[in-house]
């Protein structure tokens, strides 16, 4: 085989909401959990569920401040990117290992029913504004 290939594409939920820090160099980095849960019948022909949790980390400082602005605990999307592992020292002086998401684009699926039971205003603007080259 001639190449390699890195992607991942995922629809989920957030878990929370982004968590944003700044850099003063101008730099961003946006991190928030995403849920994937897959849906199956076992052997007993019980339904069963299995949810898989994925950290994104959103580096450009545009598809950052969209993430800033726009998503919320529960909101779906779908996101583009790059598995990436890291290694640590944590204050015990072990090392960890992290494997994140490292995004590269986000679409907005649709505004979390939750946030619009009319104590909150929904959202302005159509949700594909922000789909394509983020």
């Known amino acids: 085989m001639a ?3 890195n992607k991942v ?28 849960t ?3 019948t076992n052997r007993e022909g019980e ?7 994925h950290t994104i980390i959103v580096r450009s400082p545009r598809l950052g401040e969209v993430c800033e602005r726009h998503l919320h605990k529960g909101d779906k999307v779908y996101i583009e990117g790059k598995i990436r592992s890291r290694q640590w ?9 992290t494997v994140e998401i490292a995004a590269d684009s986000m679409t907005m ?5 939750m946030r619009h039971n009319g104590s ?15």
Do not use: C
């Not at 909150?120 to 983020?134: F, K, T, V, W």
């Open 3 to 5: 190449g390699t290939l």
């Open 9 to 36: 594409m995922l629809i989920g939920n957030l878990g929370k909401d982004p968590e944003v820090r700044t850099f003063e160099n101008g730099g961003m980095l946006v991190r928030f959990p995403v849920a994937t």
């Open 38 to 40: 897959e849906t199956y």
């Open 47 to 53: 339904k069963k569920e299995s949810t898989e949790w």
């Open 89 to 97: 020292t944590d204050e015990a002086g072990q090392t960890r290992y």
């Open 109 to 113: 699926l649709g505004p979390n029913p």
């Open 120 to 134: 909150e205003p929904s959202r302005p603007g159509n949700n594909d504004e922000y789909a394509d080259d983020l």
